[in-house]
Structure formats: structure tokens, C-alpha cells
């Protein structure tokens, strides 16, 4: 972080005056080199299709959110959105992020390469697969993404086996790792049951424990552990506990490991598990104010406020999760869509909403690298508050959380027309963020590069 800290808050607003530099080397953040931004923001690019993809899907059948999730439409545009989307953006961000936060180098770009190329292909196909009830072609093509996901694990464990020592950091990502590969395997023996009739558990039950897995423990993990950087290094502060940190971390940990086994078994100490992750959740919250008060700038961007908005809903994704694991809770259709409504609070409020202010972020950043880094001291070159349009961000917030807002209230009520207004107003934020994305990528294919001003000779001092 020390490495890319003092560059990137030079180049987030515009300088004052004219300083005469010398020429220099291009600098090296942590070891990311301007040929490397390429494959993630591939990723980018990938997850931001299938996003606006699965969108599209909802907009045309608004009824799928009107009834319970366990359809196969449904359960495909789910794998869209959290492979497609979710999983595509984690992975390009994570080969970014993982070697700044940790300051080591990314073990292999070559296996970016293969990984890249294993996961499009194996969610793609799995997408398909689901959409068309086909368990044999699931099994195939989730086996092909299983490959891809195997090859991102291996990649970023070798690259934290580089790291000495233990922090709470590193501790995190080592555990979403961990889940991710263990929410992969549960999902291959999904698929396999379906395919050859053998399971022990209750298969509603099977699912719930394997998409927590996924949710909780790979990108609410992330989120909690990436942001202990994050949002020091964006706000001018530093971690105030090392100790809370680590506890946050733990806590969320053992209280995952509780929830997959209570929802797996249909055990009445499905809250307790509950209770032990939101501990984790309130410390994480704890330490996120303490980080923020001790902060040395003032007014936060609004790529900041996307985030931390988005882990704001946290609290109602909590009340969420507590209500639903109670063991008494009525079987009704209205709890029964509330669960549609914890997974999109989940999914499209927390993480959609997270990743779009990391976005923010981070791909001005990565295409600024890319494209300007080697100019610095020789040619005027653009900052980042020119790469995208403020205006068209601000507006793009409040479209997602009206949206979020009538998207969650109409599928709690099966309310069709409401569920089509409430994507259409997430389908404009995400439109504007198309748009953002569009301008900051231009800076990628054609650069704004102009020659320095030159000096005007200073007339002659009268003797």
C-alpha cells in the first residue's frame, strides 16, 4: 500500500500548478505492471455483461421474483448474476488488490489467462444448462468452472504463501479462499445428486447451506477483509484495531462453519450461528467507524458512499437472516418470498452495490495506470475526477436504491408490475454506470495526452 498510496491520492484530483519533474521510470505498485490491468479488467467487462444480461431477463419476466426461487429459471439467472457477475468482478479485482494490500507480486499471470478462459466458458454453459433442466450438461460445465475457480484458489494461496506472518487480513482472504473452493465442491455434489439420485439431505436444505457458502463466506468475507485496506487507504486513515480486526474475522468464521451444518441439518441452532456472524458483523462495523472518524479527509467521494451504503445493509441482511433461520417461523407464501427478499438485500444491496462503489474505484484507477503512468513529469495527463461523469454517478445511486427498495418490497408481496418498476429503476442505474464505465474505458483505448504548455521567456530585469 505504501507503494500505491501516495500516486493515487496525487492523481484523484486535479494538481495546482505546474511543477518541474524530472523524467522518471513508470512507477511499481506492489508489483502490478502496466501489461497486467488488461486480464482484469477483462473480468470487469465480463461480469458488467452479465449483469446487464441478467437484468434484461428480469425486465421481460418480472413473475420469476414473484414466486419462489427454487425454479430452474431462476436458479440460472441466480448463477448468472453471482458467477457472471458477482465472481467475475471478486476474481479481476482479487489478482489487483490482493498484491497491493498485502505488497508481494501475483504468483503467476499465466494462469490469469487460463482461469479466465475456464471460468466464461464453465458459467456460461452452467447458465444454459439450468435454464434448460439439463443436470447432465450442469455437472459438465460446472466441472469446467470448478477448473477455473481451482486455478484463481491455487493462484492467490501461492501468492499469500509468499507473505510472512500472519495479520487479519490475510487471514480473511485465506478463508474466503476456502470457502469459495468448499461452495464449488458442495455445488458439484449438487449437480451429481440431481444427476444420479443420491443425496441424504433435505435438497431445499442442500441448497440454502451451499449458497451461504458462497454469499457469506466468499464475498461477505471479502468484503469485511478487503475494505480493512480499502477504505483506509481512500480515506486517509489507518486500522485502528488489529485485534477487533482479527475477531470480525474469526467470529464470521465460526459462525459460517455453524450456519452450513444447522441449514444443512434443519438443526433448531440455525440463530445461534446467526447470532455468532452478526457478532462478527457488529465488530466489522465497529472498526469501519473507528477507521472513518480517524480519517484525514474530510468530505468522502461517491464512489466511497456506494460502499459504504452497501455495507449498511448489512443490518437489514442480518434482521433477515435471524428471522428466517427461527425454527418456528410459519410456513406461508409470504415467508416463504421473504426469502427471495434476503437474497436480493444480499446479492443486488449488499455485494451488487459494494462492488459498484469498488468499481469506482478501482477501474479509473487501473486504466489510469495503464495509460498514463509512463507520461507523469513529461506530458499533462488526465486525473481521475475526469475519467467519468460525477453528475451521472450521483444519479446512478439513488436509482439503484429506489430500485432495490421497490424491487424488495414488490417480491415480498408477489407483486409483478412492481418487481418490472423496481428492475427498471436498477436497469437505469446500472445503464448510467455503463455510460461511466464507457468513459473511464476510453481512457484506456485512446489517451488524453498533451505536451506541456511551453515557458514564456521572462522579459529582461531594467538595470
Known amino acids: 500500500m505504501a507503494a500505491m498510496s501516495p500516486i493515487f491520492n496525487a492523481v484523484e484530483s486535479k494538481p495546482a500548478a505546474r511543477k518541474a519533474v524530472l523524467p522518471a521510470a513508470a512507477p511499481n505498485l506492489a508489483g502490478i505492471r502496466p501489461a497486467s490491468v488488461r486480464l482484469p479488467l477483462c473480468f470487469v467487462l465480463a461480469g458488467v455483461l452479465s449483469l446487464l444480461i441478467g437484468v434484461a431477463f428480469l425486465l421481460a419476466q418480472p413473475d420469476l421474483l414473484a414466486m419462489y426461487h427454487y425454479t430452474p429459471h431462476l436458479i440460472a439467472l441466480t448463477?448468472?448474476?453471482?458467477?457472471?457477475?458477482?465472481?467475475?468482478?471478486?476474481?479481476?479485482?482479487?489478482?489487483?488488490l490482493v498484491p497491493v494490500t498485502l505488497e508481494t507480486q501475483l504468483y503467476s499471470e499465466r494462469l490469469v489467462q487460463w482461469q479466465f478462459a475456464a471460468h466464461v466458458a464453465g458459467f456460461t454453459g452452467m447458465v444454459w444448462a439450468f435454464w434448460n433442466l439439463n443436470p447432465a450438461l450442469v455437472g459438465a460445465f460446472g466441472s469446467l468452472l470448478a477448473l477455473g475457480i481451482g486455478l484463481f484458489v491455487f493462484n492467490l494461496a501461492r501468492t499469500l504463501a509468499k507473505v510472512k506472518g500472519w495479520n487479519a487480513i490475510k487471514f480473511g482472504i485465506g478463508s474466503a479462499l476456502f470457502w469459495l473452493a468448499s461452495a464449488v465442491a458442495a455445488g458439484l455434489v449438487l449437480a451429481a445428486s440431481k444427476f444420479w439420485s443420491f443425496n441424504p439431505f433435505q435438497p431445499l436444505a442442500a441448497m440454502h447451506a451451499h449458497a451461504h457458502l458462497g454469499v457469506a463466506g466468499v464475498f461477505v468475507m471479502m468484503i469485511v477483509t478487503v475494505s480493512y485496506?480499502?477504505?483506509?487507504?481512500?480515506?486517509?486513515?489507518?486500522?485502528?484495531?488489529?485485534?477487533?480486526?482479527?475477531?470480525s474475522v474469526a467470529l464470521l468464521n465460526f459462525g459460517l462453519l455453524g450456519a452450513f451444518v444447522t441449514i444443512l441439518l434443519q438443526s433448531p441452532l440455525k440463530p445461534a450461528s446467526a447470532l455468532v456472524m452478526i457478532g462478527g458483523l457488529a465488530l466489522y462495523g465497529w472498526e469501519i467507524k473507528a477507521i472513518l472518524r480517524a480519517r484525514n479527509r474530510g468530505s468522502l467521494d461517491w464512489g466511497m458512499k456506494y460502499f459504504l451504503t452497501a455495507i449498511t445493509l448489512l443490518v437489514p441482511?442480518?434482521?433477515?437472516?435471524?428471522?428466517?433461520?427461527?425454527?418456528?417461523?410459519?410456513?406461508?407464501?409470504?415467508?416463504?418470498?421473504?426469502?427471495?427478499?434476503?437474497?436480493?438485500?444480499?446479492?443486488?444491496?449488499?455485494?451488487g452495490l459494494a462492488i459498484l462503489g469498488m468499481l469506482y474505484k478501482i477501474a479509473p484507477f487501473l486504466v489510469w495506470f495503464h495509460s498514463y503512468s509512463r507520461h507523469i513529469g513529461r506530458a499533462k495527463v488526465a486525473v481521475l475526477a475526469d475519467m467519468y461523469s460525477v453528475p451521472l454517478q450521483i444519479a446512478g445511486y439513488w436509482s439503484f436504491l429506489a430500485g432495490l427498495a421497490v424491487l424488495c418490497a414488490a417480491a415480498a408481496f408477489s407483486h409483478e408490475q412492481g418487481i418490472r418498476w423496481g428492475v427498471s429503476l436498477l436497469a437505469l442505474s446500472l445503464a448510467i454506470f455503463a455510460i461511466n464505465l464507457g468513459k473511464i474505458l476510453s481512457h484506456f483505448v485512446r489517451p488524453k495526452i498533451e505536451p506541456f504548455s511551453p515557458k514564456k521567456p521572462c522579459p529582461a530585469a531594467n538595470l
Open 79 to 96: 448463477h448468472l448474476f453471482v458467477l457472471g457477475f458477482i465472481c467475475s468482478i471478486v476474481m479481476g479485482a482479487m489478482y489487483q
Open 317 to 351: 441482511v442480518s434482521i433477515a437472516a435471524l428471522a428466517l433461520s427461527w425454527p418456528r417461523l410459519p410456513l406461508t407464501p409470504f415467508t416463504m418470498q421473504l426469502e427471495n427478499v434476503y437474497g436480493l438485500l444480499a446479492l443486488t444491496g449488499l455485494v
Open 229 to 247: 485496506k480499502l477504505v483506509p487507504m481512500f480515506t486517509l486513515s489507518e486500522l485502528q484495531s488489529e485485534r477487533r480486526a482479527w475477531w
